[in-house]
């Protein structure tokens, strides 16, 4: 079984600030993470993802995240905080492995984290 | 840039009614999904498909639920009597067939969903 918790539901950060948003993962196997954004009105956009190589990972729009495997974290961060990156961030995992092919990618999503960027 | 694309992107419907959500994946994936998000809750997998064959479904998909591809390029997901809770976001999405060793091809890439209304 495979499961993902968002600490935070909601983060409001000032524009020029750095953000933090927070993942924890529970997987009975090895996990891909992602974290995904979704603008209003838009679709789900892959952000970045982790599956097994380097454990600090570079996305788009200079967002990127920390595979933690002592922790089971999966953090999402940014230095500077722009006014695009008002949006819901979703943090998903994946199962990996030869066992699973038959599956595809079955993705569990976390509950999301609204981000509102004040001027 | 290749994306999957949904029709109708809103659907309001009477309860009782069969709707059919539409959805063009990437020309040459091989898995295709549907996931819903009722408001305020999290993101949730519906059903995977593969090889004309559901591969995997939640306990969400009920006989009341049906997929199919219907001619290569479309991907339909049908209600056939809708309920009141069936009113969500749902998403489709594809993705390259998973190869345990490659893990470039487990990115899933997602549409801008169809939001129903059972009214």
């Known amino acids: 079984a495979q499961s993902v918790t968002q600490l935070d539901s909601h983060v409001s950060v000032s524009e020029g600030t750095p953000v933090l948003l927070r993942c924890n993962y529970s997987s009975s196997y090895s996990p891909s993470l992602f974290w995904y954004v979704q603008h209003p009105n838009k679709g789900l956009q892959l952000l970045l993802k982790?599956?097994?190589?380097?454990?600090l990972v570079k996305g788009i729009n200079g967002f990127e995240a920390e595979f933690k495997k002592s922790e089971t974290s999966f953090h999402l961060t940014k230095p500077s905080a722009h006014m695009s990156d008002a949006a819901e961030y979703f943090c998903?995992?994946?199962?990996?492995?030869?066992?699973?092919?038959?599956?595809?990618?079955?993705?569990?999503f976390g509950g999301g984290t609204r981000v509102l960027v004040k001027p | 840039e290749p994306e999957v694309t949904q029709t109708p992107s809103h659907q309001v419907t009477q309860m009782g009614q069969e709707v059919i959500l539409r959805c063009v994946p990437i020309?040459?994936?091989?898995?295709f999904y549907w996931y819903r998000q009722i408001l305020g809750q999290k993101v949730e997998f519906l059903v995977s498909?593969?090889?004309?064959?559901?591969?995997?479904k939640s306990e969400i998909f009920d006989d009341q639920f049906s997929v199919e591809r219907p001619d290569g390029s479309n991907f339909t997901l049908k209600i056939r009597s809708t309920k009141l809770e069936d009113s969500a976001m749902y998403f489709c999405a594809s993705s390259e067939r998973f190869l345990e060793n490659n893990p470039l091809n487990t990115e899933a890439f997602f549409g801008q969903g169809t939001r129903l209304t059972v009214v």
């Open positions: 498909f593969y090889n004309n064959e559901i591969s995997e």
């Open positions: 020309s040459n994936h091989l898995y």
């Open positions: 998903v995992v994946s199962l990996r492995g030869p066992w699973i092919k038959a599956a595809g990618n079955k993705l569990t």
């Open positions: 982790y599956t097994s190589a380097a454990t």
